[in-house]
T-cell receptor, first 119, second 112 residues
Framework: EAGVAQSPRYKIIEKRQSVAFWCNPISGHATLYWYQQILGQGPKLLIQFQNNGVVDDSQLPKDRFSAERLKGVDSTLKIQPAKLEDSAVYLC??????FGGGVSTDTQYFGPGTRLTVL | GENVEQHPSTLSVQEGDSAVIKCTYSDSASNYFPWYKQELGKRPQLIIDIRSNVGEKKDQRIAVTLNKTAKHFSLHITETQPEDSAVYFCAAKGAGSYQLTFGKGTKLSVIP
């Protein structure tokens, strides 16, 4: 099966500019996650969608970050305006998350990420 | 919320030796513990996971052990090879939640 797709792979912007990232999850996966991974650290969850609803956005800096998942498939993450400290890799992940049959379906599969550099 | 501590931050082993990475978690209700391998510039890849109803799981050279009482779990890699060199992340998921909390990672270097 095809994996999680993200674009662009790299983006360089100046502070105070805006930027948007796109994610296409694995087909049929109900849950989509956006993570921020700063160099040398583990991924930190920014926002989690189940279908097209937000499950958890408690760690999303809502004054500058926004995300949407229209129609419960693709998602976009936007930063406006960007700050120097936003330089990081933004990872999208998805999981199936349907319960039944004794099969665990909550494994998260990651996309390749978008490396953002804010100058 | 959940807090995951991971040690060591860096680990160097000779090819053929074993490597052990340890993680502790804070939420006693956590029930799912995956391990991800991330090579430089690439996406995290799931290598093994364990659930709270199991104490140990093995997949070829990789094994994970879970001690629920002590709230810690460990990754064991035997007969290490240069291609095992990467950053390894542990994570924990609380009951009733889909959210994973990650450790800070361990950079493993396997010296030929």
């Amino acid at each position: 099966e095809a994996g999680v797709a993200q674009s662009p792979r790299y983006k360089i912007i100046e502070k105070r500019q805006s930027v948007a990232f796109w994610c296409n999850p694995i087909s049929g996966h109900a849950t989509l996650y956006w993570y921020q991974q700063i160099l040398g650290q583990g991924p930190k969850l920014l926002i989690q969608f189940q279908n097209n609803g937000v499950v958890d956005d408690s760690q999303l800096p809502k004054d500058r970050f926004s995300a949407e998942r229209l129609k419960g498939v693709d998602s976009t993450l936007k930063i406006q305006p960007a700050k120097l400290e936003d330089s990081a890799v933004y990872l999208c992940a998805s999981s199936l998350d349907s319960f039944g049959g004794g099969v665990s379906t909550d494994t998260q599969y990651f996309g390749p990420g978008t490396r953002l550099t804010v100058l | 919320g959940e807090n995951v501590e991971q040690h060591p931050s860096t680990l160097s082993v000779q090819e053929g030796d074993s490597a052990v990475i340890k993680c502790t978690y804070s939420d006693s209700a956590s029930n799912y513990f995956p391990w991800y391998k991330q090579e430089l510039g690439k996406r995290p890849q799931l290598i093994i996971d364990i659930r709270s109803n199991v104490g140990e799981k093995k997949d070829q050279r990789i094994a994970v052990t879970l001690n629920k009482t002590a709230k810690h779990f460990s990754l064991h890699i035997t007969e290490t090879q240069p291609e095992d060199s990467a950053v390894y992340f542990c994570a924990a998921k609380g009951a009733g939640s889909y959210q994973l909390t990650f450790g800070k990672g361990t950079k493993l270097s396997v010296i030929p």
